[in-house]
């Protein structure tokens, strides 16, 4: 299994992801310069797209080394010029070829495009390219007991519960963090590409 750099598109056409790069910084900092969109996350907010611009550098020296493959999440709502934007990130995680796994994480979508198609379809997109593609026998995803919102996320993709990692890290404020782990298994993909399928439509 080979996991590399991608550009996908969603089958309505609405949601692409592609590699981040240096370039995206500062859309990246406007998109998700939101105090409610940094709660729960393990890193500081970034104050600036100065900053913004250090921790991009950051992710792609993981990426340089083989440890994720980060992505920006863009959105169209409508056609033509000033119609596409710059929604957010997330990155495929704990890389594992010679075991066909990888979780995906480090999700973060700006407040205009919360709650709205732009999760599950991203999210379809990138788990199809995993089983379909990549051959991935499980997809994992790694996510703070504290964070409701995102777990219930996750949970509306399928994804099933199977512990909580106690205390596994220590975020930024120093807060000991205790991790819900959830996972897609190769044999429950079929099933639940379906449901994220039906979220998706009218």
């Known amino acids: ?13 609405r949601v ?11 859309a990246l ?3 998700i310069d939101d105090a409610d969109t940094w709660r729960w996350r393990p890193d500081p907010r970034p104050r600036d797209a100065a900053e913004m611009q250090t921790r991009v550098a950051a992710i792609l020296d993981e990426a340089a080394r083989g440890l994720r493959v980060p992505f920006v999440i863009r959105v169209r709502d409508g056609d033509g010029p000033g119609t596409e934007h710059l929604a ?8 594992q070829p010679g075991n066909r796994a990888l979780e995906i994480g480090w999700t973060i979508i700006g407040p205009r495009w919360r709650r709205t198609f732009v999760n599950s379809e991203c999210k379809l997109m990138l ?4 089983f379909e593609t990549l051959g991935c026998i499980r997809v994992g995803f790694r996510i703070d007991a504290r964070n409701d919102r995102s777990r219930r996320a996750v949970e509306r993709l399928g994804a099933v519960e199977e512990g909580v990692l106690r205390k596994n890290k220590i975020n930024h404020d120093g807060y000991l963090r205790d991790t819900v782990c959830y996972s897609i298994l190769a044999e429950e993909w079929p099933a639940a590409k379906a449901h994220i399928a039906s979220l998706i439509r009218p």
């Open 29 to 31: 900092f406007a998109a």
């Open 1 to 13: 299994m080979k996991i590399e750099p991608v550009a996908l598109v969603s089958d309505t056409g």
């Open 127 to 130: 788990l199809t390219h995993c």
């Open 16 to 26: 692409r992801v592609e590699p981040l790069r240096m370039d995206h910084a500062p």
């Open 88 to 95: 957010g990130s997330t990155s495929f995680l704990d890389l």
